[in-house]
C-alpha cells in the first residue's frame, strides 16, 4: 500500500530528513502500520489511519503512559488525526514465561499509579472505538454506565447485538453488585492488554502498544478473551499485588463481557454468543 503525498511530506517535515523507502509491517484496526527508512540511515514507524481515525486520541494515551509511569511504550515524534509517528521498537519474540513473569512486574507497577475517581481525565480509545471515561467514585457504577451498557448500546446500534440479547444484559448489568464489590483505589490500567499489543524480546517485555488508558479496578485489566497470559503471570503478578479470592471462578467472565462487547460491535458474529452463554452461566 502506498503512503500517500501528503503523509510523507509530514514524515520529511517532521524530522528534516528525506524519506528513503517505506515498508508496510502490520494493521491495527483501521490503521496501517509502515516501517520508514530515512536518508540518515534512522528507522522509524508511522501509524497511518483514515479521516477521523484519532490518532492523536492514542499518541496522548503513550505519552501519558511514558510521562507518568514506569511502563514502556513508544515515544512519539508528532502526532495529528491520521498519522502517528513513533520510534521503533525492536521485538518480535514470543510471549514466553520469562516474558510473562517481566511483564506481571511492569503491570502490578502500573497498577500502583492510582487516582481520586474511576474513569479519566479525557475519554480515550479502544482499538478504534470511542471509550467514554467521566469520572465516578463507584466503580461498579462506573463498570455498568460506562463499559457494559455503553459497549451494549454501540453493538446494539449497528446491528450486531440483539434487542433481546441486550435487554438480558441490562438485567444482568443492574446486579452487579451480586458478585462485585467495590475497589478501594482506582489504578491506572493499559486497558487492551492482548499478544499483539506486548512485544517482546529475549524473554523481556520491550514495549506495550495500543493503549485504552483510564482508572479502573485493576482486576479488569486481566479480561482473558484471548489467553494472552498464564500461569508465570498470574504467579508473579500474585506475588506483588494479591488478586482478592473469587477472580478466577466468577469475576473473571464478568470482566471478559467488555472485550467481549468490544468485538461485538466490530465484528458480531460467534461474539455474541459468547456473551449469550456468560449471561446464562449468570442465570441471564
Not at 521485538?91 to 487516582?115: F, K, V
Not at 520491550?206 to 482508572?215: H, S
Amino acid at each position: 500500500m502506498l503512503l500517500a503525498s501528503d503523509i510523507l511530506h509530514k514524515i520529511e517535515n517532521t524530522t528534516g530528513i528525506s524519506v528513503t523507502q517505506y515498508t508496510a509491517i502490520a494493521r491495527s484496526g483501521i490503521s496501517e502500520v509502515y516501517g520508514v527508512h530515512l536518508a540518515d540511515g534512522s528507522y522509524l514507524v508511522a501509524k497511518v489511519g483514515p479521516l477521523g481515525s484519532s490518532l492523536a486520541v492514542e499518541s496522548y494515551m503513550l505519552t501519558y503512559l511514558r510521562n507518568r509511569t514506569r511502563l514502556p511504550v513508544p515515544e512519539v515524534f508528532y502526532a495529528d488525526e491520521r498519522l502517528l509517528l513513533m520510534t521503533y521498537v525492536l521485538a518480535g519474540d514470543h510471549l514466553n514465561a520469562n516474558a510473562q513473569c517481566h511483564a506481571a512486574e511492569l503491570l502490578a507497577d502500573l497498577h500502583e499509579t492510582s487516582a481520586e475517581a474511576y474513569g479519566f481525565e479525557r475519554d480515550t480509545l479502544i482499538g478504534s472505538l470511542h471509550q467514554p471515561n467521566p469520572f465516578s467514585h463507584r466503580w461498579i457504577d462506573f463498570f455498568r454506565d460506562q463499559r457494559l451498557l455503553f459497549m451494549g448500546t454501540e453493538a446494539m446500534r449497528v446491528g450486531r447485538l440483539p434487542l433481546s440479547l441486550y435487554s438480558r444484559l441490562e438485567k444482568f448489568a443492574a446486579r452487579l453488585t451480586t458478585w462485585l464489590e467495590e475497589s478501594s483505589v482506582p489504578s491506572l490500567i493499559h486497558g487492551d492488554v492482548w499478544s499483539g499489543n506486548v512485544l517482546c524480546r529475549r524473554g523481556r517485555i520491550a514495549a506495550f502498544i495500543d493503549p485504552a488508558i483510564y482508572y479502573a479496578d485493576a482486576e479488569l485489566a486481566f479480561s482473558m478473551l484471548f489467553g494472552t497470559f498464564e500461569t508465570a503471570f498470574f504467579r508473579r503478578y500474585g506475588e506483588i499485588r494479591p488478586l482478592r479470592p473469587g477472580f478466577f471462578e466468577e469475576r473473571k467472565d464478568i470482566y471478559n463481557l467488555y472485550p467481549l462487547l468490544v468485538h461485538v460491535r466490530l465484528f458480531g458474529g460467534s461474539y455474541a454468543s459468547s456473551v449469550d452463554r456468560i449471561l446464562r452461566q449468570f442465570g441471564y
